[in-house]
């Protein structure tokens, strides 16, 4: 079983490593932007750099075309995300493609849904928040508590 961990750098990328130690025993990968902190959390990992879209449509859609060559060529049963930015495209290509998604939404997002989950909600297999009070706004989450 391969799994893909798409996330953006920063924050999400530390979240997303409080699981590492749960999946680091099956073939995995990352997909996030370059940056000199995720070079240095993922070295000595196997992890795809893709542009950092920062809402901008047409950075969006070479994200987009980025993540659908990663994907096809790797082929993850799960793709997990903390969020945001890539995170969105490799969820939606992977749900595509037969992937299950997981989605962990951000630790950020507090008092309301973030932009990004309130789009993987709509196909996500397994959504965690880490804030009680944001099972409100998405009925059939789960609550996991906060990974940080």
């Not at 953006?8 to 990968?29: D, R, T, V, W």
């Not at 992890?47 to 993540?67: A, H, S």
Request: charged share 20%; aromatic share 14%.
């Amino acid at each position: 079983m391969k799994i893909c961990i798409a996330c953006s750098a920063g924050g999400h990328l530390i979240e997303a490593l409080q699981i590492y130690p749960l999946i680091k025993n099956y073939p995995h990968f990352f997909i996030t932007f370059k940056r000199e902190q995720s070079k240095e959390l993922l070295k000595n990992k196997k992890i795809y750099f893709v542009i950092d879209p920062k809402r901008n449509l047409f950075k969006l859609l070479l994200n987009f075309f980025q993540v659908f060559r990663i994907l096809i060529k790797e082929k993850p049963k799960v793709i997990i995300s903390t969020g945001a930015a890539s995170a969105i495209p490799a969820c939606f290509i992977g749900k595509l493609s037969g992937s299950k998604i997981i989605f962990i939404e951000s630790l950020a997002a507090v008092d309301r849904p973030s932009l990004s989950g309130r789009f993987a909600y709509l196909i996500a297999d397994l959504f965690i928040v880490q804030w009680e009070n944001l099972l409100k706004f998405y009925k059939k989450a789960i609550y996991g508590g906060q990974l940080i």
